[in-house]
């Protein structure tokens, strides 16, 4: 086996992971807090890259270009909550369902419409496309490198706002009790706007980060938001670090098989009807593993505390 | 027994369907003898899925598997009669059996696991369980990977139904509806139906009298995917192709709103659902109004998104509400 690829894949894997849990942790506060099922978060994340694409066409500067993407997908989710969903929190779970599959229709018609059909680049500046060795004699994109960090500062953000601030308190008292944090006189309203705001701003982050290396294209979000309802419904709907954890073994189990599971299978079965099963099952192996879960812990691995359900 | 105004327009739905070959010779347009079949092939799906969603209350989000099952079963026997001269498997019996059967093991699987599980577990539980049949297909490139499988030659149904004529393809897919929306009928309101239905709106009072609601889900699960496999079987032959996109979770969406935009919980819901359904994908598609050298019909998904959206809020009955009388089973 070649320890050089893997270590390589597992980076990738990790890198992957991060996405995922950006995605994850909106969907997943969403979800817990609001009890809304939303299906458009992958559209958000699509939204975040093309306005991602657009400001760094306009700016000449991706940096410049993310910094302005996400306040603008900020934005963009608090219009979506106010016009759409906000009405749809009382609801169960199937109206959520299909009034956010219409919200995906829309949005990717949308794109089509104004940014034609034909995907966009993201050039990469120039610092940041280069290599740099993890361990000596590795060298690895420094791109990737930078995803793999700030995915990691941003999680220790969230964590430090959900279990320190006055805002994460609401937010986990609003998650086990709406009804009593709406009597105690908090604008309950406004908090649930604002936190989808958050869950659009960090789809948006994932977007555009995700931009560079995959690419920017209509349905971009309706893949990975496949990927990131598997991430969260193996760590636990509701839970942030479940949803963590969860990213990050998706990440690792989908790109780390993708790339060696031929070569295992070769080691079991004939090397042609390897060659053909492996991509199938390999594109399978996490609704393998989600299935699996669930079959054992039908709540997933980390259910939230104090959340009735 | 006398006619409501329910019966009586869906009697006229009816009658109106029995026709469609007849009135499109009249107006020399075939065009809406297939479009009236894919219309049905979708109602008979759609009228599967809504045993579980409209009267057992499991949202099942990955419905479109099955019909993708029962499609790919006339899709590979056509591939191996034409590639490798296995006659046999032309064979519409054979065909028919191979999804009707495949259909049920698999919804037997899928359900036996999802069914542990409740609520957006559940929904997104068989979501997944669809996308892995998908990437299945996807992945498989004997039968066309993600181009898709031509069909060079439908079922032979042995002389008995002229699968390629479009007129008795149309009432092979008609009188299995009405056969279909008969069976479903006495279905529900059998003891069956009753605790399926029972268990949807109070499923520890069904358990306290003495049923397990997991195993009559778990009947209801296959008997809804064997339909939808049946469905596939029929789709196949219409479309002369299969391919994984008819299994993407999307296409379990389509179905989804077909039964929303009919009326959840309700006989004829489904069927009314699938005619709106592509009704207004053809109306809203053709639409020809141009504003600024942009046609708006080509970007119909642009309304109806929104239009979804207006309808889950404001008019969640579907349909149905708009009707006269009462379904009595709803």
Redesign the interface.
């Known amino acids: 086996m070649n320890w050089l690829l893997l270590l390589e894949q597992v980076l990738n894997g990790f890198q992957l992971g991060i996405l995922l849990f950006l995605l994850a942790a909106g969907l997943t506060l969403v979800f817990g807090i609001m009890d809304l099922v939303n299906l458009a978060h992958g559209s958000l994340y699509m939204m975040g890259a093309y306005f991602c694409a657009t400001f760094t066409g306009w700016t000449d500067s991706f940096l410049l270009g993310a910094l302005l993407a996400i306040p603008a997908t900020f934005i963009l989710g608090i219009l979506v909550e106010v016009i759409a969903l906000r009405n749809l929190y009382a609801r169960d779970h199937l109206d959520q369902v299909l009034a956010t599959f219409g919200l995906i229709l829309f949005f990717n018609e949308f794109v089509r419409l104004v940014w034609g059909p034909i995907g966009l680049d993201i050039p990469l500046p120039a610092f940041l496309n280069s290599t740099v060795e993890v361990i000596p004699g590795v060298p690895y994109p420094t791109y990737r490198v930078a995803i793999i960090l700030i995915g990691f500062f941003v999680a220790g953000l969230l964590y430090a706002i959900v279990s320190k601030t006055r805002m994460g308190m609401l937010i986990r008292a609003g998650a086990s009790n709406r009804e009593m944090i709406g009597a105690l006189g908090i604008n309950i309203k406004l908090l649930f706007t604002l936190v989808f705001g958050l869950g659009a701003a960090l789809a948006a982050l994932a977007g555009l980060m995700a931009g560079p290396i995959l690419s920017v294209e209509i349905g971009m979000g309706d893949g990975i938001l496949i990927l990131t309802l598997v991430v969260i419904v193996i760590g636990g709907i509701g839970s942030i670090k479940g949803a963590f954890i969860a990213a990050i073994i998706v990440g690792l189990i989908d790109t780390v098989g993708r790339s060696f599971l031929p070569e295992i299978l070769k080691l079991m079965v004939a090397e042609d009807s390897a060659a053909t099963a492996a991509p199938a099952i390999s594109s399978m192996l996490i609704y393998i593993l989600m299935a699996l879960v669930l079959a054992v812990r039908p709540q997933g691995l980390f259910p939230p505390k104090g959340v009735g359900r | 027994m006398s006619m409501s105004p329910r019966v009586l327009i869906n009697s006229a739905l009816i009658l109106l369907l029995a026709l469609v070959p007849f009135i499109a010779e009249m107006i020399d347009d075939s065009f809406y003898v297939g479009l009236t079949t894919r219309i049905l092939i979708l109602a008979i799906a759609a009228l599967s899925l809504n045993l579980l969603?409209g009267y057992g209350g499991m949202?099942s989000?990955g419905h479109a598997a099955y019909i993708g099952v029962g499609a790919y079963m006339v899709g590979i026997g056509a591939f191996h009669a034409f590639e490798d001269g296995v006659d046999w498997m032309l064979n519409g019996y054979v065909q028919l059996f191979g999804a009707i059967f495949g259909s049920a093991v698999i919804a037997l699987v899928i359900g036996a696991?999802?069914l542990?599980?409740?609520?957006?577990?559940f929904?997104?539980?068989t979501?997944?369980?669809s996308?892995?049949l998908y990437?299945?297909a996807?992945?498989?490139?004997?039968y066309g990977a993600d181009d898709g499988l031509s069909i060079y030659s439908r079922s032979d149904m042995l002389g008995l139904i002229d699968m390629s004529n479009e007129n008795s393809l149309y009432y092979l897919v008609f009188f299995s509806l009405l056969i279909l929306l008969y069976l479903m009928h006495r279905l529900v309101g059998s003891q069956f139906g009753n605790v399926i239905r029972g268990s949807k709106s109070n499923e520890a009072r069904m358990r306290s009298i003495g049923f397990s609601p997991y195993k009559y889900r778990l009947v209801a699960f296959v008997i809804a995917g064997t339909i939808a496999g049946y469905a596939g079987f029929l789709m196949a032959n219409l479309n002369d192709f299969v391919s994984p996109d008819m299994m993407h979770?999307?296409r379990s969406?389509d179905l989804?709103?077909m039964i929303?935009l009919g009326g959840?919980g309700n006989l004829f819901g489904p069927l009314y659902g699938a005619v709106a359904f592509l009704m207004l994908e053809e109306l809203l598609s053709s639409i020809p109004l141009t504003i600024g050298g942009?046609r708006v019909g080509e970007?119909?998904?642009?309304l109806?998104?929104?239009?979804?959206?207006i309808i889950?809020?404001y008019a969640?009955n579907g349909i149905d509400s708009f009707l006269p009388g009462k379904d009595k089973r709803s």
């Open positions: 969603i949202v989000f696991i999802s542990r599980t409740r609520g957006v577990y929904i997104m539980i979501m997944a369980f996308q892995m990437f299945t996807v992945g498989v490139e004997t979770w999307t969406g989804i709103i929303v959840i942009l970007y119909w998904q642009l109806f998104g929104p239009l979804l959206i889950v809020l969640r």
